[in-house]
């Protein structure tokens, strides 16, 4: 299966830690990306970070790349209760446009 | 800006019957297009792609079938609705170099 796989499937936190997501894939990437989706509501983009790059920031997300062992983490610190979400990782194939979607890790933040 | 419209939001059909979900895309030209479905609130799968006008790719056998009669129109087809169609379907867009974009998705009940 093309299929990313993510760890852990779920996770909570205490508003105000760092929340951890793990992300591997199988094939060549030419880029991956992360996604954030809230219940019953559609994707939105958080970062991308191409294959050539090894870590990326914006704001309180931290991604970062392993292209050696086909791993991606996203970092999200000093998490608020607004942060309770689902994040996806999804990655393009350098054969074409076709973004291939993890399981998800539902991120739970108490406040 | 690019913007994307898919629509309805909820829909409950019969077995049987046939379905048409839309999405439209503003504010871009030639966009790559793509149909989703998303099981159970977890992983999205691929069911469709298409990089221009009547050009359409399946990734998956299955009882739907897309259409892009325009450029920046997408419709996703079923003449007869299994209750194995359920499940939250959503469009997204994507340019060359960034993120895909989503719409906000259609939650689709077959009974």
């Known amino acids: 299966s093309q299929q990313g796989e993510e760890d852990p499937q779920a996770l909570s936190i205490q508003e105000g830690e760092n929340a951890t997501m793990n992300c591997s894939y199988k094939?060549?990437?030419?880029?991956l990306q992360w996604y954030r989706q809230n219940s019953g509501r559609g994707l939105v983009h958080l970062i991308l970070?191409?294959?050539?790059?090894r870590e990326k920031h914006s704001g309180r997300l931290r991604v970062t790349l392993d292209t050696s062992k086909k791993s991606s983490s996203l970092l999200i610190t000093a998490s608020r209760a607004a942060d309770t979400a689902s994040y996806f990782c999804?990655?393009?194939?350098?054969?074409?446009?076709?973004?291939?979607f993890g399981q998800g890790t539902e991120l739970s933040v108490k406040p | 800006s690019q913007t994307i419209h898919q629509w309805p939001a909820t829909l409950v059909q019969p077995v049987g019957s046939p379905l048409s979900l839309e999405c439209t895309v503003e504010?871009?030209?030639?966009?790559?297009l793509y149909w989703y479905r998303q099981a159970a609130g977890r992983g999205l799968q691929l069911l469709f792609y298409?990089?221009?006008?009547?050009?359409i790719s399946s990734e998956v056998p299955q009882n739907l079938s897309a259409s892009r009669p325009q450029d920046r129109q997408f419709i996703l087809s079923s003449k007869k609705l299994l209750l194995s169609d359920s499940g939250f379907y959503l469009c997204?867009?994507?340019?060359?170099?960034?993120?895909?974009?989503f719409g906000s998705g259609t939650r689709l009940t077959v009974v």
């Open positions: 504010g871009t030209s030639n966009p790559n």
């Open positions: 999804a990655f393009l194939g350098n054969q074409g446009g076709k973004l291939i």
């Open positions: 298409s990089v221009g006008i009547g050009q």
């Open positions: 997204a867009w994507s340019g060359q170099y960034y993120g895909y974009t």
């Open positions: 970070i191409r294959s050539n790059e």
């Open positions: 094939t060549s990437i030419n880029n």
